[in-house]
């Protein structure tokens, strides 16, 4: 099926490379970083990986590879643990001063939990939200390597009923499918696939609006409000797209580059000779299909030691505070009596955010 363009953005009328979605706030910035940089990214990457204890071979990879610099996540607690930091590379440190403050009316403090993943061919990420309480609102992801199309749509029902299967309840982590669920950050919204029982495929919830935003490299994507945590986002696991022309052309009128070869190029065959413009069978829609190509991305996220297990969002069904509070009102609603008076626990606090410093 043809990737799904998403709603036109509002573009920034004193610079056209950024791309706002202003009822979902969601932004796009284009070329946020320089090719010199993009290369000094990947290579980090590389060096990193042969420091790695379990140094996974890349070149033969089929399945996502993430490397977690700053504060280490942790699921028991579903926050960052304070006494677990890796040092931030030089490449990746020098960048996070630069990054926009989306949220004048909150106070900014530089991300300090960090993820960078890289994507073979083929690989993907499962539709989720990441963990609520346990950062501040803005979350930022730097693409580069190659483009890849990020699928969004509103949570549903399946979404909230699969965040509160055993699984995920208190210390379980699904992890988006991350290798290493007990430093990743990521709650995934729907892990397995279509069930017996007639639930959708993992990327669809039947009746919400589904698109896809192609996402460059060098550019950087800004999730806060309802694209943040009521929204899920993910990457389908696949080794060609098939891109609606006409979901291409704002970034060539741009000069964004790095959308693959076919996809620059317009219509006719590819370089690689193996695409060219055609119809997409289940509409009129003219397509070209785009071979992935590894893609690497680094997630930036702010630890609210302050608020640890507390979150005053409008979306509690894909809340992992109110989950928790949920589940642990049952568990007491289930406790037998026996007329003790508890210490009242971190999730009993009241739900007031501290100031923050
Ligand atoms: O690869 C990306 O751009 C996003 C990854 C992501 O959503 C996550 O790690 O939570
Ligand atoms: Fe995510």
Redesign the pocket.
Known sequence: MALRPPPPPTIDPANPRVWRWEDIGLTLIHDFITEAEEAALIAGFHAHEHKSPKPQPLAHSKKRISQHFGYSFDYTTFSAAPDRYTPIPDCIASLLPRLPQVLPEKPFRLPDQL?V?Y?PPGSG?PP?V?THSAFGEA?Y?L?YGSA?P?QFRPAGPNDARKMRLPKRSLTASTA?G?PEPSS???ASASASSSSSSGTPKPEEEEDLPTWDLM?PPRSL?VMTGPSRYGYV???RARKTDLVPVRMLEPYRRLGVSGLGPVAEEGSGAGKDGLSKTELAEDSDEAVVTVPRRGRY?L?MRTVEFDTIGRCECAYPGMCDARIRQEQLEEQRGKAPMNGQCEPPTPSDAPATKPAMT
Do not use: F
Request: proline residues 0%; aromatic residues 4%; hydrophobic residues 40%.
């Open positions: 993820t993943q994507y990420i989720h990441d979350l992801s693409s890849v990020m988006a991350s990743s950050a990521s996402l994507l986002h993910g990457i991305s997630t």
